[in-house]
């Protein structure tokens, strides 16, 4: 019985998560490569999507390492923003490729797909299989 239990739990756990995401088809807003993040002391690529009824903001980077040096009281180590700032970097690479574009800005209107978990942005993508 409590196996049972247990399983009925855990498909109904599965199906309310199920239920709260939400896909909507957009465009990249705007997109740029600089300053931004938390108090626009981090460096990476800020976008926006959206489609004129809704928008969300996202941004993937590290802290700038000319604007914040690491100190004893810091609760990240430099491999922790070398790490960060490769995984931007492969980022831009990745939607240059899928969007066939070879610059930042050119990713302008280019049309995305954006999974949202209830109102929090859980994931986006291009949407490859139109371009």
């Given at each position: ?127 490859t299989e139109v371009l």
């Amino acid at each position: 019985m409590i196996r049972t239990t247990t399983m009925m739990i855990m498909v109904t756990l599965i199906t309310n998560q199920f239920k709260n995401m939400e896909k909507k088809l957009g465009k990249i807003e705007s997109v740029r490569f600089g300053h931004g993040g938390y108090q626009d002391a981090c460096i990476g690529l800020s976008v926006t999507l959206g489609n004129g009824s809704w928008g969300v903001g996202d941004f993937k980077g590290a802290w700038d390492p000319e604007m914040i040096k690491r100190s004893d009281s810091t609760q990240w180590t430099e491999e922790d923003r070398s790490k960060g700032i490769d995984e931007t970097i492969r980022l831009v690479s990745k939607l240059l490729k899928d969007a066939k574009v070879d610059s930042v800005d050119k990713l302008k209107n280019i049309p995305v797909e954006v999974t949202f978990e209830g109102m929090m942005l859980k994931e986006w993508r291009i949407l490859t299989e139109v371009l």
